[in-house]
C-alpha cells in the first residue's frame, strides 16, 4: 500500500489492538476504491453520465469513498436535488461547513453588500467592486474581518487569549501556522503534543498531528497522547464521570521525559475523523492546565467545530477551556472557502515577514464570508434554534440503538456519529456502507437523505445545517430509522435464504 493511502487510512482507525482487523480493513478499502468509479445507480441517467465523466478526467483520490456518489446539482436550505430532481435531505452540511444551510438569502445579501456586488450594471465591461485578489496589501474587508472577528471570540467565555489572527486558505494551512507559531517562540522547544487519532489535515505539520505514532512517514518531533474514547463511546457513557488518573500520568510522564522541550499541545473539541468522539469536559479542562502549569502553547483545532456546532458559539465556551491558539474554517465561511488561526500576538510576533503569507489568505471574498456570517449569529435565533434542533437529533438517533446493526450513538449539539455494528457475518465497515446508499436511494416514498461516507469504516456522522425545520428534522430522522431497519431485514433475509 501507497504511504499517503496508509496514512490516511490509519489516520481515522481508532480499533489497532488487532492487526489482523485492521489489515482486512484495508482490504474492503481497497476493494471499494475498485467500485469507485463504477458507481452507478437505476433511474439516474444524467448523475451516472456525470459518474462516468469525472472518473475519466478526475482520480478517486480527490474524494473520500462513499457508495452514493451523490450529483448535486442544486442546493436550497437543509436540502440537495440530484440532476433527476430526487431531494435529498442534508444530513452533512457539506462536512460540517453549511451550518447556516445552502445559499441562504439574507447571507448571500450580504456578501454581494460587502463586496459591492448589490448593484451591478451588465451594459459595462468592468465595474468598481471589491478587488477579489490583494496578496500582500490590505483591503478595508480584511481589516473590519479581523477586527470583527476578534471581537466576536474575545467576548466569549474562553476567548480572552485570542488577540490576532492569521489568515489560511484551508484548515490544514491554519493548523500549521498555529503550530509554526508555537515552535517559533523559544529555541530548543520542538516537541508537539497531539491527541491520538485526531484530524487536523492531509499537509505538513498538520498531516504530522493527525492519526498515531503507527503511521508511516511519521515526524520524530510528534508525540501522541490518549484520548478518552470508550469512556464517551456512547450518550449513556459519556455521563459517567470520567477518571483521570490514567490521562495525568501519561502526561506527567511525558513532562518528565522531554521537559521544556515540549512547545506545543494541539487537540479537537471531539475527534471528528477518527470516529466522531465527544470527550467530557473535564479532559478537555486538564489538557489545558497541564499546558498553564508548564507554560506549554494550547491549540485548539475547532474547524471542525466552530459556528455553533457543538452548542455554543465556539466550543472552547462549551468545553470550559481557554486556548492560546484556536483554529477556525469549515462554517466560517458557510460554504466559501476561509481559514484562520486566532491567537495571542506575542506569539505571532516570533514569526517574520512572508511567514505566513499565501495567495489566498484572506481573500476579499472569503472576508465578506466571515463578516456575513458573523452578522446572521449576531443578530438571529440560529443558536437558540441550534439547540432545540439538538434536542430533536439525539432522540431521534438513539432510537436507532434499538436496532441490532447500531452499536452505539454519540454527539453533542448538532454533531453525532452513528456506529454500525457486526450483524451475523457482516462486518460493521459493510453495514455502514449499506446505510449509507440505502438512505441515498431513500423509501418507498421517494424520502432521501444525504451522508459521507463512514468515518474510521464504519460510523456515519449526522450533522444538518444548524436551522434544519424541526418538524421536517423529526420526518427525516423517522425515515432513516426505517431505513436502517429495513437493510437490517435484507440482512437477515440473505442469510435465511442462504440457509
Avoid at 435529498?88 to 445559499?103: E, I, M, P, R, Y
Wanted: charged fraction near 25%; aromatic fraction near 8%.
Amino acid at each position: 500500500m501507497r504511504p499517503a493511502a496508509q496514512r490516511l487510512r490509519s489516520c481515522i482507525r481508532v480499533e489497532f489492538e488487532a492487526s489482523s482487523y485492521w489489515e482486512a480493513c484495508c482490504k474492503m478499502s481497497n476493494s471499494l476504491e475498485k467500485r469507485h468509479a463504477a458507481i452507478r445507480h437505476a433511474g439516474e441517467d444524467e448523475s451516472n453520465d456525470i459518474r462516468h465523466r469525472a472518473a475519466v478526467v478526475e482520480p478517486s483520490a480527490l474524494r473520500t469513498y462513499t457508495p452514493s456518489l451523490a450529483v448535486l446539482a442544486k442546493s436550497e436550505g437543509s436540502y440537495h436535488w440530484t440532476p433527476e430532481g430526487r431531494k435529498l435531505a442534508d444530513f452533512t452540511s457539506g462536512v460540517l461547513v453549511a451550518n447556516l444551510g445552502h445559499n441562504p438569502t439574507r447571507w448571500w445579501q450580504r456578501v454581494f453588500a460587502y463586496l459591492g456586488l448589490d448593484a451591478l450594471d451588465p451594459s459595462r465591461e468592468f465595474f468598481a467592486a471589491s478587488t477579489l485578489t490583494a496578496y500582500n496589501a490590505l483591503t478595508p474587508l480584511e481589516l473590519q474581518a479581523s477586527e470583527r472577528l476578534v471581537a466576536s471570540l474575545r467576548g466569549q467565555a474562553g476567548g480572552a487569549r485570542l488577540e490576532q489572527v492569521m489568515w489560511a486558505a484551508t484548515g490544514s494551512e491554519a493548523v500549521q501556522k498555529a503550530i509554526w507559531a508555537a515552535l517559533d517562540r523559544r529555541p530548543g522547544e520542538d516537541v508537539i503534543l497531539a491527541t491520538r487519532y485526531g484530524f487536523h489535515g492531509k499537509k505538513g505539520l498538520a498531516g504530522a498531528v493527525t492519526g498515531s505514532e503507527r503511521d508511516p512517514q511519521r515526524d520524530p518531533r510528534v508525540r501522541f497522547i490518549s484520548f478518552p474514547t470508550d469512556e464517551c463511546q456512547s450518550v449513556a457513557r459519556r455521563r459517567k464521570p470520567l477518571d483521570l488518573t490514567p490521562y495525568r500520568n501519561e502526561l506527567s510522564a511525558l513532562a518528565a521525559e522531554y521537559g521544556t522541550r515540549i512547545c506545543s499541545m494541539v487537540t479537537e473539541p471531539y475527534l471528528g475523523g477518527g470516529g466522531s468522539y465527544h470527550p467530557q469536559k473535564e479532559y478537555m479542562q486538564l489538557l489545558e492546565r497541564f499546558c498553564r502549569e508548564r507554560d506549554i502553547v494550547f491549540i485548539l483545532d475547532e474547524v471542525q467545530a466552530n459556528f455553533g456546532r457543538t452548542g455554543s458559539l465556539y466550543a472552547f465556551t462549551h468545553y470550559g477551556v481557554e486556548p492560546d491558539i484556536v483554529v477556525l474554517g469549515k462554517g466560517l465561511g458557510n460554504g466559501v472557502p476561509v481559514d484562520a488561526a486566532v491567537g495571542r500576538a506575542d506569539l505571532f510576533a516570533n514569526m517574520h515577514y512572508g511567514e505566513g503569507s499565501d495567495t489566498l489568505s484572506a481573500s476579499p471574498l472569503g472576508c465578506a464570508a466571515v463578516l456575513a456570517t458573523l452578522d446572521e449569529f449576531e443578530t438571529t435565533d440560529v443558536l437558540a434554534h441550534a439547540c432545540e434542533l439538538s434536542k430533536v437529533i439525539e432522540a431521534g438517533l438513539c432510537r436507532l440503538a434499538e436496532l441490532d446493526i447500531v452499536a452505539h450513538v454519540r454527539g453533542e449539539g448538532v454533531v453525532w456519529g452513528v456506529e454500525c455494528a457486526t450483524f451475523q457475518d457482516h462486518p460493521a465497515e459493510e453495514v455502514a456502507a449499506a446505510c449509507v446508499e440505502a438512505c441515498y436511494l431513500g423509501d418507498a416514498s421517494g424520502r432521501a437523505i444525504h451522508l459521507l461516507g463512514p468515518l474510521a469504516g464504519k460510523v456515519l456522522r449526522v450533522s444538518p445545517p444548524l436551522v434544519m425545520p424541526l418538524a421536517e428534522a423529526r420526518d427525516y430522522l423517522d425515515v432513516m430509522f426505517h431505513i436502517f431497519a429495513s437493510v437490517e431485514h435484507r440482512f437477515r433475509a440473505a442469510r435465511g435464504h442462504g440457509h
